[in-house]
């Protein structure tokens, strides 16, 4: 497979790449907690960016990355013995050499580590294995006699195995003079402590639902009904992007409406929701099912807990979650059984259960569970 055909590990398809994404959405103390280290002086060799899945973390990665290779490192002794004014911002300018080399991603200073290409199975490697360290270890190395400042973004992090971990963990220990590391993790718990030890955090809030949208639309996607969409999204560009191309507020719609059946449930609506997750090619399709049943159910235990779940997300899904969900009992059953079928749900699919029979068993649990909770 040509090089141009292999697909990239951290793009989200329908979205611009985080290196050609210009403008970071809601970010704004990130951002500008790493330039106060910077102006002070008092740039870290490792930064962790943390977050929930979708927020930015890659974005603001690369703008790191472009900022530092892109601005010269000796910020006195300006034209006439000026001082050049402290930057205020981590954009570049697009025509910089630096940012159109990024663009191309044929910037020699920068190294992305991330999940390689397996020629032998013909497709992406499930982790980040330590012979893609190695190959950054190569990079450090042959790029040390060019001088100047160079960038490592590991996207994301999470994602090395154990001993990729610990040959990253070596580097970060002995970091090589002019060399920024930048860590992308979504559970930062999940990394070696170590790792941790050997980062300043910086941590990306999760979006507002204006955030969201400015976010989106940056994106370059359209949708009808932005509030849904956030609502469903949780906050997570990556996320409301996905669910936009797998249409996905239309999915929670049909989800809402087959339980609004209950007590006496639709059985063959039921059968044609499962029989869309079955069909070949349609793994995207059930993972977003199997997330959108886990949402439902963590709506309708919020909803018993606080007596409402916040915006709707499909139209009469207020209504819905009031009737099965109506106090502090029902929404401490429904999270119960969000629990429950959570840990059921990643048990089937790592087993590869047949696609139709998982999601038709979450539906008929919790069809169930409303009945022993209303008897």
Same mark, same amino acid.
């Given at each position: 497979?040509?090089?141009?055909?292999?697909?990239?590990?951290?793009?989200?398809?329908?979205?611009?790449?985080?290196?050609?994404?210009?403008?970071?959405?809601?970010?704004?103390?990130?951002?500008?907690?790493?330039?106060?280290?910077?102006?002070?002086?008092?740039?870290?060799?490792?930064?962790?960016?943390?977050?929930?899945?979708?927020?930015?973390?890659?974005?603001?990665?690369?703008?790191?990355?472009?900022?530092?290779?892109?601005?010269?490192?000796?910020?006195?002794?300006?034209?006439?013995?000026?001082?050049?004014?402290?930057?205020?911002?981590?954009?570049?300018?697009?025509?910089?050499?630096?940012?159109?080399?990024?663009?191309?991603?044929?910037?020699?200073?920068?190294?992305?580590?991330?999940?390689?290409?397996?020629?032998?199975?013909?497709?992406?490697?499930?982790?980040?294995?330590?012979?893609?360290?190695?190959?950054?270890?190569?990079?450090?190395?042959?790029?040390?006699?060019?001088?100047?400042?160079?960038?490592?973004?590991?996207?994301?992090?999470?994602?090395?195995?154990?001993?990729?971990?610990?040959?990253?963990?070596?580097?970060?220990?002995?970091?090589?003079?002019?060399?920024?590391?930048?860590?992308?993790?979504?559970?930062?718990?999940?990394?070696?402590?170590?790792?941790?030890?050997?980062?300043?955090?910086?941590?990306?809030?999760?979006?507002?639902?204006?955030?969201?949208?400015?976010?989106?639309?940056?994106?370059?996607?359209?949708?009808?009904?932005?509030?849904?969409?956030?609502?469903?999204?949780?906050?997570?560009?990556?996320?409301?992007?996905?669910? %936009?191309?797998?249409? +996905?507020? @239309?999915?929670?719609? /049909?989800?809402? !409406?087959?339980? $609004?059946? =209950?007590? &006496? *449930?639709?059985?063959?609506?039921?059968?044609?929701?499962?029989?869309?997750?079955?069909?070949?090619?349609?793994?995207?399709?059930?993972?977003?099912?199997?997330?959108?049943?886990?949402?439902?159910?963590?709506?309708?235990?919020? %909803?018993?807990?606080? +007596?409402? @779940?916040?915006?709707? /997300?499909?139209? !009469?899904?207020? $209504?819905? =979650?009031? &009737? *099965?969900?109506?106090?502090?009992?029902?929404?401490?059953?429904?999270?119960?059984?969000?629990?429950?079928?959570?840990?059921?749900?990643?048990?089937?699919?790592?087993?590869?259960?047949?696609?139709?029979?998982?999601?038709?068993?979450?539906?008929?649990?919790?069809?169930?569970?409303?009945?022993?909770?209303? !008897?």
């Amino acid at each position: 497979m040509s090089a141009e055909a292999i697909p990239e590990p951290d793009r989200v398809e329908g979205a611009p790449h985080p290196r050609e994404t210009r403008r970071l959405v809601g970010q704004g103390a990130a951002e500008a907690a790493f330039l106060d280290a910077y102006r002070a002086g008092r740039l870290h060799h490792a930064w962790l960016l943390t977050g929930p899945l979708g927020v930015g973390k890659a974005t603001l990665a690369w703008r790191i990355a472009g900022f530092l290779l892109a601005t010269p490192e000796d910020r006195g002794g300006g034209l006439f013995g000026a001082t050049p004014a402290a930057p205020q911002s981590l954009d570049i300018d697009p025509n910089h050499p630096v940012a159109r080399r990024i663009h191309a991603g044929s910037e020699g200073r920068l190294f992305v580590l991330r999940r390689a290409w397996d020629d032998e199975r013909k497709r992406l490697k499930s982790v980040i294995t330590v012979d893609e360290v190695r190959r950054l270890g190569s990079f450090l190395h042959l790029s040390a006699a060019d001088g100047g400042r160079r960038a490592v973004i590991v996207d994301p992090a999470d994602e090395m195995n154990p001993q990729a971990a610990n040959a990253l963990l070596k580097m970060l220990e002995e970091p090589p003079q002019g060399v920024t590391f930048l860590l992308v993790s979504h559970a930062p718990s999940r990394l070696l402590p170590t790792i941790r030890s050997r980062c300043r955090e910086l941590r990306l809030a999760t979006l507002s639902p204006a955030d969201l949208s400015a976010a989106i639309a940056a994106a370059g996607v359209e949708d009808a009904d932005g509030t849904a969409l956030a609502v469903l999204a949780g906050g997570s560009v990556g996320e409301a992007i996905r669910l %936009a191309n797998l249409d +996905g507020l @239309a999915t929670y719609a /049909a989800i809402t !409406g087959l339980f $609004a059946t =209950l007590p &006496r *449930l639709d059985r063959p609506q039921a059968l044609r929701l499962a029989d869309s997750a079955a069909q070949r090619g349609a793994e995207d399709r059930l993972d977003l099912l199997l997330a959108l049943l886990d949402l439902f159910l963590a709506r309708l235990a919020r %909803a018993g807990a606080l +007596g409402h @779940a916040g915006p709707e /997300a499909a139209p !009469g899904e207020a $209504a819905l =979650l009031s &009737r *099965l969900a109506p106090d502090a009992t029902a929404g401490r059953r429904w999270a119960a059984l969000h629990q429950g079928l959570g840990a059921r749900a990643r048990h089937g699919r790592a087993v590869n259960l047949d696609p139709g029979a998982l999601i038709l068993d979450m539906v008929l649990k919790i069809a169930e569970a409303q009945r022993d909770g209303a !008897g």
